[in-house]
């Protein structure tokens, strides 16, 4: 299971700032060829990208290119300086159809080709930025096998809805739930957008609270100091693990007896129950909080 509670913009034309992504401690980075970059400087900004990225030696950090959008004339020039570095995917703004996720696949797939490398080792990330995008986003989110998660960007959005974006948020309720049950039900991640104010960190934890109630597992952000309240909020919390290891006890002590079911405190545990379970017992362990037996026999009873 991939950690990508955090993805960090670092915009490709800064130096300074690509230099010190080593020590910003976010999941994955998403260097910023978009609208971070003036237009004279996206010449400059891809050069530095590519520099960085073939430079860059600790891979355990996720590296994706936020390049411009194709309906754009600056997307192919992104992707040929950008990709012979190897990054490990795109971040694609302005998916407002699978079409467009459709065309980058093809794009990545010929690249890979005059690279030699595996197809399909370019990942795709697909940014939900508009009213088109959030109708379209279930077709979106099965386009192309690269997919690995959907992100939802509600500065786009609420521009594209001709409304003001607000801190509690709740006219972009609709978007990101329908984000998330199409990431769901095509088996990706969601991450939830950026939150702009860096000075309130106790709203950025609500919101952040609140995406993770709804089902996003990670979220954008714009400034390294929100990285610790964001990694808090995703991380479980020990009562969580101490019960989802108690379901799994008592799901295992049911199939002894020869049943699907039985009552732990009170309370009916069942398959649904076991998969919550070992969902956040999965991303325990990838927070190296626990090591656990996880394999299918475990949770569903089968080899």
């Known amino acids: 299971m991939k950690l990508r509670r955090s993805f960090l913009y670092v915009p490709g034309n800064m130096p300074g700032m690509l230099q010190n992504i080593p ?19 996206k010449d ?20 994706f290119v936020r390049i411009n959008g194709l309906d754009t004339p600056y ?18 703004p302005k998916a407002d159809n699978p079409e467009t996720v459709e065309r980058l696949d093809t794009m990545l797939t010929e690249a890979e080709e005059r690279l030699g490398l595996p197809i399909g080792h370019f ?8 009213a088109q995008g959030v109708l379209n986003c279930v077709e979106t989110a099965k386009a192309s096998p690269r997919l690995v998660a959907l992100a939802f960007g509600a500065e786009d959005f609420t521009a594209s809805m001709e409304i003001d974006r607000t801190k509690s ?49 990670g979220k954008s952000l714009v400034n390294p100091r929100q990285i610790e309240v964001i990694h808090e909020v995703f991380r479980p919390t020990q009562a969580e693990i101490d019960h989802a290891l108690a379901v799994l006890d008592a799901i295992k ?13 009170g309370r009916m545990v069942d398959a649904p129950v ?22 299918d026999e475990v949770i569903h009873g089968t080899k």
Not at 48 to 61: E, H, V
Not at 75 to 92: M, N, Q, S, T, Y
Not at 184 to 191: C, M, S, T
Not at 274 to 295: P, Q, W, Y
Request: charged share 30%; glycine share 6%.
């Open 23 to 41: 020590v910003f401690q976010a999941d994955g980075v998403m260097i910023d060829l978009e609208d971070a970059v003036p237009l004279q400087e």
């Open 44 to 63: 400059a900004a891809r050069l530095l990208t590519r520099n960085f990225i073939q430079g860059f030696k600790d891979r355990r950090l996720e590296l």
């Open 75 to 92: 997307a192919e020039d992104d992707l040929r300086e950008v990709l012979p570095a190897v990054p490990d995917g795109i971040r694609l």
């Open 123 to 130: 990942k795709i990330i697909p940014s939900i930025e508009s």
């Open 169 to 217: 948020g709740e006219e972009l309720f609709s978007a990101r739930t329908r984000i998330i049950w199409a990431a769901k039900a095509a088996g990706l991640q969601a991450i939830d957008t950026i939150f702009p104010d860096v000075n309130d960190m106790d709203a950025l934890r609500a919101e952040t609270e609140l995406g993770r109630r709804l089902g996003f597992t």
């Open 253 to 265: 002590r049911a199939r002894e007896m020869g049943t699907g079911v039985i009552s732990l405190k």
């Open 274 to 295: 076991v998969t919550r379970a070992a969902r956040v017992l999965k991303t325990a362990v990838a927070f190296g909080m626990i090591e656990v037996d996880l394999s």
